[in-house]
Structures are given as structure tokens and as C-alpha cells.
């Protein structure tokens, strides 16, 4: 039997979990199809869900159609929530894109199908609520033919629409040939000699769709269950079954971690190789990638330095719930026990890929405000339980003012964290006003270095560094000027990993991204003890050396090359009526917006532009009067701008302050001695 592993997407609002709903009823999963509004689906188990009736946090469900079984997954639509939507993308063997046939092509549409196409995810794409006031067919294909994709071909047409008796009549039109026979000159030519088959069009589609080169299209409703079975046909026949080598080595991938009733953690994981058997034991997480917090002062720390555990039990998807077996070959989605260090992300056995972000990472920051004589440590370790499930959501802890700093990608998020801390911990919070998340970027090259029993180095250690910018998007690269074999390997490690971490608060206290960090001195004292003792630190070099010393040789270099605070700005595009435009214009330059394009088209404009992220939900608040009700926006973050002169926030720092020497000696004393 095969296995498709499938993702539902789309705007909020739009139907997916009503979608979800109809297909596992269609498929006889369940009796009885829940509603959103009532609060009764399968796939929205968190309370929050059922009360606002939106998707937060990805599910899986499973369901038989014919030979192939479905591991179908159900994603949220706010954009606050797509850290929940990158991490499914990529255990996807095709998805369903969900529009509304009254609304038609929204924001969110256009950011998911663009990663789609990115990923050569092969979509098809259904347009839902052909039955309700509003719904249209021409005006819909055509904005998802110009806003999303070109390569759309339509499976049929849709009557009734807006009504109760909406229906849907499959079958392909001129137009899918048209598609087709430009993606394929045999096929073309077989058209311009007439010997073209209903079957060979047919086999073109089938070929061109799971190579995502083309995008049927669908439309029905998943209320009255319309156009519903020619999707399940699409399904079976367009999309591509899992596939994978049961007998090769395993590997596999986790998209999701939560945490069951006794508090152990639960890994779902798609595997793409070999069997995963109960009590086997695995590596998992990055290669190279260390996990133990002591092995920087381990010398033989090479390699790989992942974790590893023993699977103690398995759940395997099967007709619509989780099923326990002893064994997940590939191509299936499994829920595993066991893996305690677990994290979002890491790979199973032998790494496939690289795990990387498709979304932009969170632009925005609050502090979380403990209430009601909510205990601080208590807060803390709830929010870790939290970032586990959501590693987007990035903790920083000020140990000096007791503060927790927690990143969002919008408003929403708030009320989801403050709601579920409610629920599931019963600890009540508040927040501060939301902040954007800068970025400091190197404007030159800066060096520094200390030496060991010199000056006021009070580290057995010698460090020197240079900085040096790297373009946008390159990331830290840490390389080495001295020979690897002058000291012990682990002491290399112990530099590059303070490195990294140093540089995720700048002169300004803001992380700074892309750079190339070189090591250009070392030295060390080697092992030594007093005649008949054993090891004497005071005599010998250690890790606690070269991770105290590399935060003052890094930050002198950085004071050195000099760092300029950037700030995230999104890009935006409004629709809205062109007589708005008058009222419109001036919020936006008040809001530091930046129109870039404006296009008039009859009664209605669109602009496009820049604005920092920190003004985005202020004018989301503001559209509306500015526009009747009738503005659309549309944002994505973008790049980062230096922020205006004399206006660059200060982000307060946490930890320990390498900016200040005198204090940061102290307080690394005082800590040691802790």
C-alpha cells in the first residue's frame, strides 16, 4: 500500500479545516463532519482553536483512498502561525492549496504558493465556497491565474454558483492544452497533426503536475461536499505517492514536538529511508552539531557530536488516528517516544538535507510580564516547553532584571502564548509593547587580540580575532589563521562556539547576522600539576579560558570594524479605491512607509512599497477607515534598512556585558564562584 503525505494550506479563513473535515468523511473516517464554528473538528484540539475557530498548531490525520493511505496535515492560515506551516513543508510529497471563491487570491495565498513553487511542491489547488453569496468563477481562475501561477489548468466548471445547489462538472478544457503543449513539444506537435489523445493530454497532466510544472485547479465547497470527489480523483491520480527504500539506511526527518500527558516528549517524524523499529536506538539532530553543554572541554570532541536515544514506543497514522505498532518504514509519519533531547528539525539516522527556514524569521520582540503572583522560574520553564514546540520562538533571559524577551511574528501570537500558558500552566501574563527586532551589520573589518600572562588578561588562554562583513543572508562563518594542531581541538570549539554565540548581541545588543569571524592567534598552557598532586587549573588552560576571554577579544574587534543598526522592513502592496488615495498617502509617510509603485486600474489602485515592521500592524488597524472597508494589504517581511540617524534603538542586554570590562570580570568571578 502506498503513502502520500499531504498538506492542506491557505489564507485564513479560506476552509482547510472544513476541507479536512470533508475528506475524512468522504473517506469514512468519521460519521459525522465537524464544524469550525462549533468547535468540534479533529484536527483543532487546543481549546484556543475551538474558541476562535482558526488553526494554530499543525495536525495530522490519516485516511485510506483505495491502495493509497493519506497522512494528511492540516495547517494554520495566519501569518502569525507559518513557523507551524515551514515545518511541515518539508515532509510533503504534495499539497492542496486552499482559495476562497469569494475572496479570491489573499495575502497569505501568495506567500504560500510562492514557497510551494520554491520547494517544486506538487499543488493542486481548490477553490471552496462556490456555494456561498459572492462566489465567482472567471474573476477567481483569472487572479489565480495572474497572482499565483500562469501554469494553472482549470479540471472543469463550476454552475449554480452562490447558491445551495453549486455544483461542479469536471472535465478538462482548451485551455489545459494550451498549458500543456507549452510545457512539451512533442506534445505540441502531436496537436498541430491532430493525433493528439484525450489519454496523452491525460499522461502530460498527470507528468507535468508532480513535477509542479502545473497547478489544476478544482472548485466546490466543503460544506456541501461539491467538487469534493473530482478533488480525492486529483489526489489519487496528480499527486505523487511517498516513496523511499524501507530496506536502505534510516533517515528521517521531525517537523513537530509536543509534549504528552506525563510531560515526555513526543517527536512526529516523516521517514524518507530505511525502518525505524521500538527499541532501536538512534542518532539525531545536525551532523557536527554538539548537544552536550561539557563537550567543548572533551579534546576528542570531534565529529559527530549528535545526540542519541532508544525509541521506546511508536504511533503509525492509519484511518484517520495514530495506531501503535513496533515499526514506521519510509514514506510514513510516525509519532515516537523516547528521544528526550528531541528538537524540531533534526534528522534521524543518516541526515537527508539540511533542515532550512522558508519563512522569514520573527521581525518582532515583547517582554513577558509575569501577573497574578505568577512565579518567575515556573514562567521560565513553561515558555522553554513552549520554544521546544516552536524554535522560532527565540527565549532571552535577563538574568539582572529578571525579564523574559520572547519573539513574534505578530500580535496574534500574544493572546495564543497568553492563553496557553493559561491553559496548560495555569500561570497568568501580561506584555510590554511589541518591539521590532533589529540587526547590527559590520561596516568594516576589526581585529583584536589578547595574550596570555600579558597586560590585564587574566585568562590562561590567547585569543586574537578578526571581523570581517560577509553579504546579506551568508551567516557566521568561523575560520582559522593558525595551525589546527597548536592546541587541543576542543579549545578551537570552545572559541567558535562563544563566537557564535557573542554575536547574538552586538555593540548595540542586536544579533549580528553575516559576517566572517577568523581566529588569528592561539596559545594555551598546557596540562600541568605540582609534583605527587593531580590536574592544577591555576596552572593549566581549560575551556572556562577561552569561553571567558573570546567574548572581550570578539566585542573589541567589533568596536574596531564599527556595527550599524538595520531595522526589518516589509514589503506591502494595497488595494484599495482609487478615490482613497488622498486620505491613504499621508498615513503612509507618517508611518515611514515608502510607496514604490502605484497602479490604477478603473475605480480601484494598488501600491506597492517598504514599511518597517514595526508600523505594520498599526496600519492594518488603520486601513479599513482609511478605505471604507474596501483596502486589501498584503505584507511580507523583506530586507533590512539602516535604521533613521540619530533614532537606532539600544536593545538592554542580557547575561554578562562584555562591553564593560571591569564589570564583566566581576560578574564572570562572582559566577564561577557560584
Known amino acids: 500500500m502506498h503513502s502520500l503525505n499531504l498538506g492542506i494550506l491557505a489564507h485564513v479563513d479560506a476552509g482547510k479545516t472544513s476541507l479536512t473535515e470533508r475528506l475524512l468523511h468522504t473517506a469514512g473516517v468519521i460519521d459525522e463532519i465537524g464544524s469550525v464554528d462549533a468547535g468540534n473538528t479533529q484536527t483543532d484540539s487546543l481549546a484556543l482553536e475551538r474558541q476562535r475557530g482558526i488553526t494554530i498548531k499543525s495536525a495530522v490525520v490519516s485516511f485510506a483512498l483505495d491502495d493509497v493511505t493519506v497522512n494528511l496535515i492540516d495547517t494554520p492560515g495566519h501569518p502569525d502561525f507559518i513557523a507551524e506551516v515551514e515545518r511541515v513543508l518539508g515532509v510533503l510529497d504534495g499539497a492542496v492549496l486552499v482559495v476562497s471563491a469569494v475572496e479570491g487570491v489573499q495575502p497569505?495565498?501568495?506567500?504560500?504558493?510562492?514557497?510551494?513553487q520554491r520547494l517544486r511542491i506538487p499543488t493542486l489547488v481548490f477553490v471552496n465556497k462556490i456555494d456561498r453569496r459572492g462566489a465567482r468563477y472567471d474573476a477567481v481562475l483569472r487572479a489565480v491565474s495572474e497572482r499565483l501561477t500562469a501554469s494553472v489548468v482549470p479540471m472543469g466548471t463550476a454552475r449554480a454558483l452562490g447558491t445551495r445547489a453549486a455544483r461542479f462538472l469536471p472535465g478538462l478544457g482548451p485551455s489545459a492544452l494550451d498549458v500543456l503543449t507549452d510545457l512539451d513539444e512533442d506534445l505540441l506537435a502531436e496537436y498541430v497533426d491532430g493525433t493528439v489523445s484525450s489519454a496523452r493530454l491525460r499522461t502530460a497532466l498527470?507528468?507535468?503536475?508532480r513535477q509542479a510544472l502545473v497547478h489544476p485547479v478544482y472548485f466546490g465547497s466543503a460544506v456541501t461536499g461539491a467538487g469534493v470527489d473530482a478533488l480525492i480523483a486529483g489526489i489519487k491520480e496528480l499527486l505523487p505517492a511517498a516513496c523511499g527504500d524501507p530496506d536502505g539506511p534510516v533517515s528521517g526527518t521531525v517537523f513537530k514536538v509536543e509534549r504528552g500527558p506525563a510531560g515526555e516528549k513526543v517527536a512526529y517524524a516523516r521517514m524518507f529511508s530505511g525502518t525505524l523499529r521500538?527499541?532501536?536506538?538512534?542518532?539525531?539532530?545536525?551532523?557536527?552539531?554538539?548537544?552536550a553543554s561539557g563537550a567543548a572541554d572533551d579534546a576528542d570532541a570531534q565529529g559527530d557530536t549528535r545526540a542519541e536515544g532508544r525509541i521506546t514506543a511508536i504511533s503509525v497514522f492509519d484511518q484517520?488516528?495514530?495506531?501503535?505498532?513496533?515499526?514506521?518504514?519510509?514514506?510514513?509519519?510516525?509519532?515516537?517516544?523516547?528521544?528526550?533531547?528531541?528538537?524540531?528539525?533534526?534528522?534521524?539516522?543518516?541526515?537527508r538535507k539540511a533542515y532550512g527556514h522558508f519563512f522569514a524569521p520573527p521581525t518582532l520582540e515583547t517582554v513577558v510580564v509575569p501577573a497574578g503572583g505568577t512565579d518567575r522560574r515556573a514562567l521560565h520553564r513553561a515558555l522553554t516547553r513552549l520554544a521546544e514546540q516552536d524554535p522560532l520562538i527565540d527565549l532571552r533571559h535577563d538574568e539582572v532584571r529578571q525579564e523574559i524577551f520572547v519573539s513574534l511574528y505578530g500580535e496574534v501570537q500574544k493572546e495564543v502564548i497568553q492563553a496557553t500558558l493559561a491553559d496548560e500552566?495555569?500561570?497568568?501574563?501580561?506584555?510590554?509593547?511589541?518591539?521590532?527586532?533589529?540587526?547590527?551589520?559590520?561596516?568594516?573589518?576589526?581585529?583584536?587580540?589578547?595574550?596570555?600572562?600579558?597586560?590585564?588578561?587574566?585568562?590562561?588562554?590567547?585569543?586574537?580575532?578578526?571581523?570581517?562583513?560577509t553579504p546579506t543572508g551568508s551567516g557566521v562563518d568561523f575560520r582559522l589563521e593558525v595551525e589546527l594542531g597548536s592546541m587541543p581541538y576542543a579549545f578551537f570549539k570552545a572559541v567558535e562556539d562563544t563566537v557564535r554565540e557573542t554575536l547574538g548581541q552586538g555593540l548595540h545588543g542586536w544579533q549580528v547576522p553575516d559576517c566572517t569571524v577568523t581566529m588569528t592567534h592561539s596559545g594555551y598552557a598546557p596540562r600541568q600539576s605540582h609534583a605527587h598532586q593531580g590536574f592544577d587549573k591555576s596552572m593549566s588552560s581549560t575551556g572556562y579560558d577561552f569561553r571567558g576571554l573570546t567574548p572581550l577579544v570578539l566585542i573589541e574587534a567589533l568596536r574596531r570594524a564599527g556595527t550599524e543598526v538595520r531595522e526589518p522592513m516589509h514589503r506591502f502592496r494595497i488595494e484599495a479605491p482609487t478615490d482613497t488615495l488622498a486620505a491613504l498617502l499621508p498615513v503612509l509617510t507618517r508611518l515611514r512607509a515608502v510607496p514604490r509603485t502605484t497602479e490604477t486600474r478603473g475605480a480601484s489602485c494598488a501600491l506597492e512599497g517598504s514599511v518597517?515592521?514595526?508600523?505594520?500592524?498599526?496600519?492594518?488597524?488603520?486601513?479599513?477607515?482609511?478605505?471604507?472597508?474596501?483596502?486589501?494589504?498584503?505584507?511580507?517581511?523583506?530586507h533590512?534598512?539602516?535604521?533613521?540617524?540619530?533614532?537606532?534603538?539600544?536593545?538592554?542586554?542580557?547575561?554578562?556585558?562584555?562591553?564593560?570590562?571591569?564589570?564583566?570580570?566581576?560578574?564572570?568571578?562572582?559566577?564561577?564562584?557560584g
Open 108 to 116: 497569505q495565498t501568495r506567500v504560500l504558493m510562492r514557497t510551494l
Open 278 to 291: 521500538t527499541r532501536d536506538r538512534i542518532r539525531f539532530g545536525a551532523a557536527g552539531e554538539p548537544r
Open 206 to 209: 498527470v507528468d507535468r503536475t
Open 640 to 673: 533590512y534598512a539602516p535604521a533613521p540617524r540619530g533614532t537606532a534603538p539600544e536593545r538592554r542586554r542580557t547575561g554578562l556585558n562584555p562591553l564593560n570590562r571591569k564589570e564583566y570580570l566581576l560578574n564572570l568571578t562572582r559566577r564561577v564562584a
Open 320 to 351: 484517520g488516528a495514530d495506531v501503535r505498532g513496533d515499526t514506521v518504514p519510509a514514506g510514513r509519519i510516525a509519532k515516537l517516544w523516547g528521544l528526550t533531547d528531541i528538537r524540531i528539525g533534526d534528522a534521524l539516522g543518516e541526515p
Open 612 to 638: 518597517p515592521a514595526a508600523h505594520v500592524h498599526e496600519l492594518e488597524q488603520q486601513l479599513p477607515g482609511l478605505t471604507r472597508g474596501e483596502g486589501e494589504l498584503e505584507s511580507a517581511f523583506d
Open 425 to 469: 500552566f495555569g500561570l497568568d501574563v501580561t506584555f510590554r509593547e511589541t518591539t521590532p527586532l533589529c540587526v547590527e551589520r559590520l561596516v568594516g573589518s576589526g581585529a583584536a587580540v589578547e595574550f596570555k600572562k600579558r597586560d590585564a588578561n587574566p585568562f590562561l588562554a590567547t585569543v586574537g580575532l578578526r571581523v570581517d562583513p
